[in-house]
């Protein structure tokens, strides 16, 4: 009930960067690895929406995941702090401490085997500078509880926000939805025009990835919890290309 009260009332709390910055690297590399669990299986859309992740009552979900005949749904919950599979014949199992990214992949990996989910991912981060490959990262091992909390809490409201922002539009728009290889939610508008080639540049990640994400004329508003020289959680908007 103390959780819970506290919760309700600090609906936007603080999170200065230097404060979590290990929790932050950590928690990213986690996502990173979960969401490449539905890169490899989700059938592609458009833009790479199938992709994402959303934000629920309890944490991140990656939502259903076809497998063959079953689904499966991977959750990031902030409230009991634990990484929970749910499959869609019964079978669940649960593992959310700290520990090193390579002991996250290692444990995530044989939690999926256990319920005969067999997938294959690309063990390699995308979007971050100096990235090290997951079976080899024991460099991030930081969970602070209380600052996953803290960016859960943010992300509930920001999705609140950004949904009112996109029920707004009747033309095309993606759901608002987090982006674990930025690390961001993301909200996008597009004019139905297509837009020049993007040139990428995004670490690990190929420019026909860029390009698919940007191929049409682009406006995106989103949440983002900061990083480099951002200090603190911003909102920010842009569009692609430039006007």
């Not at 609906?11 to 690297?25: C, F, G, I, K, Q």
């Not at 859309?45 to 749904?73: C, D, K, M």
């Not at 080899?136 to 909390?149: C, F, L, M, Q, V």
Request: hydrophobic share 40%; net charge neutral; proline share 7%.
């Amino acid at each position: 009930m103390c959780q819970q009260a506290k919760i309700m009332d600090d609906v936007w709390p603080e999170l200065p960067l230097d404060s979590w910055r290990d929790t932050y690297a950590t928690l990213h590399m986690w996502t990173q690895i979960v969401g490449k669990t539905r890169l490899a299986l989700a059938p592609r859309e458009n833009h790479w929406w199938q992709v994402a992740q959303y934000v629920n009552s309890r944490g991140l979900t990656t939502s259903s995941i076809p497998l063959g005949h079953r689904t499966f749904e991977v959750q990031f919950d902030f409230l009991d702090h634990r990484l929970s599979i749910t499959t869609s014949d019964g079978a669940t199992a649960a593992l959310l401490e700290s520990r090193s990214v390579a002991e996250f992949y290692s444990a995530y990996l044989e939690l999926l085997r256990s319920l005969k989910l067999e997938v294959k991912i690309w063990p390699v981060p995308v979007e971050v500078e100096g990235a090290i490959r997951f079976p080899d990262d024991r460099t991030h091992a930081s969970y602070d509880a209380e600052w996953a909390s803290r960016l859960w809490r943010l992300l509930v409201q920001a999705d609140r926000v950004l949904k009112r922002f996109r029920s707004r539009f009747v033309g095309k728009a993606s759901p608002v939805h987090f982006f674990w290889g930025s690390f961001d939610m993301a909200a996008t508008r597009f004019s139905g025009r297509l837009a020049p080639p993007h040139p990428g540049g995004a670490p690990n990640l190929g420019s026909w990835v860029m390009q698919e994400a940007y191929s049409h004329e682009c406006s995106s508003a989103g949440f983002w919890p900061g990083g480099g020289p951002i200090l603190q959680p911003v909102f920010y908007s842009y569009a692609y290309p430039e006007p």
